[in-house]
């Protein structure tokens, strides 16, 4: 059984991938879900009432159950999908499914989503001369990623066994919006093809 929760809050900048995959999650497993919203530009999450209350690591996304607070994007969505068909119920496709959770973190945010933030939100011309030095860097790693993953796609509808899991839902985010970082979707026509079954699916609600 997914997580039958009275009380879910998703306390979230509505532009951040990561929180958009918590906020999928809930949404195809038919999951009510209040949204509280932060403005990290403005550095919501960096003030006391947040530190103290919700997060004192200062970050977003945290899903709150009830009275306590989950931080961590990837915790949060195996929270809710625990037990559900977006879980594989085969014991290597449940840890093939985790190690895809890894690589999205690893290897596709930390260049893809960084890129995004830095050119759509920041802007070239206020990045440090540290993160202008990183861009191609940045790039290169956010281009192997994506075809690490077209290659994966080639053969097959998705990440991980023959259905949707939080593999696709952790990679879906800042896959679809990576062209605001200077990614170009139409050079990973696999990928392309799995973006439209994701948005294709039962439930899927778009980001904001």
């Known amino acids: 059984m997914t997580a039958q929760l009275d009380s879910l809050t998703l306390h979230e900048d509505p532009r951040s ?8 999650t ?3 497993l038919g999951l009510p879900l209040r949204r509280q919203q932060y403005d ?24 709150q159950i009830g009275d306590r ?3 961590e994007s990837n915790a949060a969505c195996w929270y809710l999908a625990e037990g ?7 014991r290597f496709d449940r840890a093939d499914m985790l190690r895809w959770m890894f690589f999205e973190q690893y290897n596709h945010e930390p260049n893809v989503a960084t890129l995004r933030f830095w050119l759509l939100f920041v802007g070239e011309a206020n990045l440090s001369r540290f993160q202008r030095d990183q861009i191609m860097a940045k790039r290169a790693g956010g281009e192997a990623a994506l075809s690490m993953m077209n ?11 023959n259905q949707p899991s939080l593999a696709d839902i952790a990679l879906y985010p800042y896959t679809h919006v990576c062209e ?3 990614f170009r979707l139409r050079d990973y026509p696999a990928v392309c ?3 439209n079954r994701v948005s294709g699916l039962k439930g899927y609600v778009p980001m904001d």
């Open 40 to 63: 990290i530009m403005k550095g919501d999450t960096r003030r006391p009432e947040f530190l103290q209350n919700v997060n004192a690591d200062g970050r977003i996304p945290v899903l």
């Open 17 to 24: 991938g990561n929180c958009y995959k918590i906020r999928l």
């Open 180 to 182: 605001a970082g200077g």
């Open 26 to 28: 809930a949404a195809l």
């Open 84 to 90: 559900s068909p977006l879980v594989p119920a085969e």
């Open 193 to 195: 093809a799995w973006l």
């Open 69 to 71: 607070f989950l931080p």
């Open 151 to 161: 290659d994966h796609l080639s053969s097959r509808a998705w990440f991980v066994g």
